[in-house]
């Protein structure tokens, strides 16, 4: 679909992208960016118009080949409204809401998500990392679910425990890390370094930043329709519309270093005729962006222990994304870097849901108590024309929804101890496993089978599935490691399940391991005499619920031990 290349920031070489290429080849640094052909940009604002309403329509402009393999739902082109009543009490008349909670887990971080299990499906990568304050794993675990991929979201216990277990309700695998974001963040990279799977690294993903610049195509797009004349004959365009300000909640920075390169590739393209300032606001007690913005220094000191309720906004160290950001917003549209209390964002929130109906989350409000604050002290002016991102509250899932073993706890103080023998993390985790885990086998010839069973029993959080595509795999697989247990389908070529069956039995150390047989196949007398005796369970496919299979497996291994 898409022409496009990795490009070093450091060294400029140009490489094929990858997504577990974390390192330029040539210097080894880990800041790259998508650089597209924009020659031919001008005609895409025709182009683009033609198509479905979501953020697929710009596919040129993403780093995909294949968008089609997700599964999407349509996310993006989120609606852009104006906000007529708090605009009168801001005396802003152009204020519009670019209504970010209308995606699937209701915060842009769904964007990424989308883009980044849709590069993640097209080279056929099945299991990945993230470390969260709470959004980007919410929508990466309803992603990954849809998509079928295994995700470990580590998570800093400071996040609220709602938005937690929605994380878990998802079946992700929750690693609650007690210590700071930051802090948890150094672990998840070491935990994919080991383990070797793809980590979303925020800022410096290829697709997690590629993926924030539909917001600015979206606006743009969105921006020329609502400007044309209300008789316009068509609701059509063919050039878009850039507003004066873009403003956002920051704390990593890459909703607004996104934006910003989806408006200079715009603006490279011709579609747009300005890049447009940023305000980008933090929380008062975790704002070393703005601090350092203000003191115009292009590095910023880290806020080791950030103190605000608002943990969806505590990265206490930017590093380079600040730098990133400050040297782009002064080359292109300026802007302003700027905080706000939490008493202050609160009574934004309630002013948002009182005078415009919209239940906003603490992040959001944010943005819209720097808006008060940028208007106030006129920053922002009277005619200027201005795009607020807008994320909302998130499912709340009650804690009975889950069953006990839904995460797993470390401390980051158990590694920075030098006294202790430095153990990896895997090794950590896979100590928490031993006491709880059971291993299962599950052997199918249909991988979305495989795949959904595999998913089901991983949310329990007390299974650990391994998969086997045929009997002779299987065969291999068991000579190996001995399952606590083995779902058997009966249907399979070359070795059928019934032959299978007969070979485990047949043998130790097999010989006693409960199998459960999943089947699609209605059975005749003949095969269910084959079975009898020889399984714990047979569940026939579309006729038993998730918590059946959950309750047959735990029977078939108390009988065991
Ligand atoms: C992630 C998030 C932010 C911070 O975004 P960055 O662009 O990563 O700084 C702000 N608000 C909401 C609602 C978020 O989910
Ligand atoms: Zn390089």
Redesign the pocket.
């Known amino acids: 679909m898409s022409s496009f290349v990795a490009k070093c920031l450091d060294c400029d070489a140009h490489t094929p992208y990858h997504p577990l290429t974390n390192a330029c080849p040539e210097c080894g640094s880990e800041w790259m960016e998508a650089c597209y052909d924009l020659d031919t940009g001008i005609f895409w604002g025709s182009t683009f118009a033609d198509r479905p309403a979501s953020l697929w329509r710009y596919s040129e402009l993403l780093p995909l080949q294949n968008p089609s393999l997700y599964p999407t739902i349509g996310e993006g082109w989120t609606p852009l409204f104006p906000a007529h009543q708090l605009g009168m009490l801001l005396g802003l008349p152009n204020l519009y809401i670019k209504d970010e909670r209308q995606n699937p887990t209701g915060?842009?971080?769904d964007r990424q998500a989308a883009v980044t299990v849709a590069a993640l499906l097209e080279h056929n990568i099945n299991e990945a990392v993230i470390c969260s304050t709470g959004?980007?794993a919410i929508a990466f675990s309803a992603a990954f679910a849809r998509a079928g991929l295994k995700l470990w979201a580590f998570i800093t216990s400071l996040v609220p425990p709602d938005k937690m277990r929605e994380v878990a309700i998802y079946g992700s695998q929750v690693i609650k890390v007690t210590g700071t974001y930051d802090q948890a963040k150094k672990l998840a990279a070491q935990f994919s370094l080991e383990r070797g799977l793809f980590l979303d690294r925020?800022v410096r993903s290829i697709t997690a930043l590629e993926s924030m610049k539909t917001i600015a195509f979206e606006i743009a797009e969105q921006l020329a329709k609502l400007q044309l004349p209300s008789n316009a004959e068509t609701k059509k365009t063919s050039t878009w519309s850039s507003p004066d300000w873009y403003i956002?909640?920051?704390?990593?920075?890459?909703?607004?270093l996104g934006v910003l390169k989806g408006f200079q590739e715009m603006h490279a393209a011709g579609l747009v005729d300005k890049i447009p300032a940023l305000a980008c606001i933090q929380s008062a007690g975790c704002a070393p962006m703005a601090k350092a913005w203000e003191a115009d220094l292009d590095v910023a000191d880290p806020v080791l222990s950030p103190k605000t309720h608002i943990t969806?906004?505590t990265?206490g160290d930017p590093g380079r994304a600040y730098t990133l950001l400050r040297q782009r917003m002064l080359e292109t549209g300026g802007g302003t870097i700027d905080s706000v209390s939490d008493e202050d964002a609160f009574r934004a929130l309630g002013l948002v849901a009182k005078v415009e109906g919209l239940s906003i989350?603490p992040?959001?409000a944010v943005a819209f108590a720097g808006l008060i604050k940028l208007v106030r002290q006129g920053v922002i002016h009277p005619d200027d024309v201005v795009v607020i991102n807008c994320?909302g509250h998130t499912m709340p899932v009650e804690s009975r929804l889950l069953g006990p073993a839904w995460s797993k706890d470390i401390s980051v103080d158990d590694f920075e101890f030098p006294t202790h023998p430095r153990e990896g993390i895997v090794a950590a985790l896979t100590q928490i496993d031993q006491t709880q885990m059971r291993n299962v086998l599950v052997i199918d010839d249909q991988a979305d089978a495989r795949r959904l069973i595999r998913r089901l029993l991983e949310a329990q959080g007390t299974f650990l599935v391994a998969e086997a595509e045929s009997g002779p795999i299987a065969l291999q697989l068991v000579k190996q490691s001995v399952p606590d247990l083995i779902i058997l389908d009966l249907m399979m070529p070359e070795m059928d399940g019934f032959a299978l069956l007969d070979r485990l039995r047949a043998q130790m150390p097999t010989h006693d391991i409960p199998i459960v047989v999943v089947t699609a196949k209605e059975l005749t007398s003949v095969e269910w005499k084959r079975l009898d005796g020889h399984i714990e369970q047979l569940m026939t496919k579309g006729d038993f619920f998730v918590e059946e299979l959950i309750e047959e497996i735990e029977e078939a291994l108390r009988q065991e031990h």
């Not at 956002?248 to 607004?256: E, L, N, R, T, Y």
Request: proline share 5%; aromatic share 4%.
């Open positions: 915060s842009f971080k959004n980007v925020g956002q909640a920051v704390s990593g920075a890459i909703g607004p969806t906004l990265t989350e992040a959001a994320s």
